[in-house]
Structure formats: structure tokens, C-alpha cells
């Protein structure tokens, strides 16, 4: 296994227990403020990891190997964005019902 792809691996378990951890922190928060602020961090390194993904476009070598050293990135970008924008539309959802059963 080349560094590369060492380091991806290693990118994706750190994200993606650091990404339950603040996810099962945020929905046990009462105060809603730190709810936001993790869920906004989550999409910003979505959006950080994607544009690193873009940014270093891969190669075809000599030999007609594909090599993209970022390929990770990719994956664990869309992986923060659907976590953080999922985690808002639960609340939003949680919240509206809520307010339709608070109303009756």
C-alpha cells in the first residue's frame, strides 16, 4: 500500500469517527447553537475535501495506470455534505413537528 493511499484510509476512519462523535454530540445538546456549529463544520470540510479532490485532477502514467493522489477526498466530501445536510433537515424536520404538535 503506497503512502497515499495509507494516509486516505487513515483520513476516512479519523473523519468518519470524529464525524459520529460531534453528530451524537450535537443531537444530545440541548442548546441548539452548538447543533449548528457542528453541522456547519461538517459541510465546510465537505466542501474543504471536495475542492481538494478537484483541485488535484489525477494522471494517466506511462504505463496506463490511473493515478489520482486525492482520490479519497472525493468520497469523504460527499460523504461530510450528505451527513451535515442531513443532520439540519432532521432537526428542521424534528423542530416543524414540534411546532404542528404544539399547535393542536
Same mark, same amino acid.
Given at each position: ?7 486516505? &484510509?487513515? @483520513?476516512?476512519? +479519523?473523519?468518519?469517527?470524529? =464525524? %459520529? ?5 450535537? !443531537?444530545? $445538546?440541548?442548546? *441548539?447553537?452548538? &447543533?449548528? @456549529?457542528?453541522? +456547519?463544520?461538517?459541510?465546510? =470540510? %465537505? ?5 481538494? !479532490?478537484? $483541485?488535484?485532477? *489525477? ?24 451527513? *451535515? ?20
Amino acid at each position: 500500500m503506497s503512502d497515499i493511499t495509507t494516509f486516505g &484510509f487513515v @483520513a476516512i476512519v +479519523a473523519c468518519a469517527a470524529i =464525524l %459520529g462523535y460531534a453528530l451524537t454530540q450535537a !443531537f444530545a $445538546a440541548r442548546s *441548539g447553537r452548538r &447543533f449548528w @456549529a457542528v453541522s +456547519a463544520t461538517v459541510i465546510g =470540510l %465537505g466542501l474543504l475535501a471536495l475542492t481538494g !479532490f478537484v $483541485a488535484n485532477p *489525477g494522471e494517466v502514467k506511462p504505463e496506463g495506470v490511473l493515478y489520482e493522489p486525492f482520490f479519497a477526498f472525493g468520497p469523504l466530501g460527499y460523504l461530510l455534505l450528505l451527513a *451535515g445536510a442531513g443532520a439540519v433537515v432532521v432537526r428542521l424536520g424534528r423542530q416543524l413537528g414540534h411546532r404542528m404538535l404544539a399547535a393542536n
